[in-house]
């Protein structure tokens, strides 16, 4: 009874480790393509008056309307859960194959989630703990820290053209 519960317990860890890994992985194409397919926008150097309203039904309006939501999905973009790094490792000396991993999910304020898996030869244990500023309030393992670590030195890096 209690090898069947447990292999119950490792299947059910097993599908939510793989279900992390194909958002995980489904972020970082979006994120890919995403910035491959929008050249960077650079602002202007020189700061201009406050242009009149445009009037309704005209170009110049929509493109008023066109600017003002992009400056919304920009400031909810900050907010996605859209960085990630990824850790794998052996968890016990008698297993190989690195099975067991910790992923950290973050958004531009390092506000976020790290999840991890830890396998042994008889059942798999999932765990996740908030993170905000690049911070947990949970004691965190070495792997779960090299993760965060990754991101925190990604976040502090000056910006590169095709990061932008």
């Known amino acids: ?13 097993l599908f ?6 194909v958002f995980a992985v489904q972020a970082l194409r979006g994120q890919t393509a995403a910035a491959k397919d929008v050249p ?45 790094a990824i850790v794998r490792y052996d968890a016990f000396g008698d297993m190989g194959g690195r099975m067991s991993w910790s992923v950290a999910l973050l958004d531009d304020n390092g506000d976020g989630v790290v999840l991890t898996s830890i396998n042994s030869r008889n059942d798999a244990r999932s765990y996740a703990k908030e993170i905000s500023a690049f911070e947990s309030e949970a004691k965190l393992s070495p792997e779960e820290e090299e993760a965060l670590e990754t991101l925190r030195k990604q976040a502090a890096a000056p910006a590169t053209p095709e990061q932008a």
């Not at 009874?1 to 860890?13: D, Q, V």
């Not at 939510?16 to 890994?21: G, W």
């Not at 009149?52 to 493109?63: I, R, S």
């Open 1 to 13: 009874m209690s090898s069947t519960l447990a292999a119950g317990f490792a299947i059910a860890a």
């Open 40 to 84: 960077p926008v650079t602002p202007p150097k020189t700061e201009l008056a406050p242009r009149p309203e445009p009037k309704p039904g005209t170009v110049g309006a929509q493109l008023h309307t066109l600017g003002a939501q992009l400056d919304k999905t920009q400031a909810a973009l900050k907010l996605s859960l859209q960085h990630l």
């Open 16 to 21: 939510v480790a793989v279900l992390a890994l």
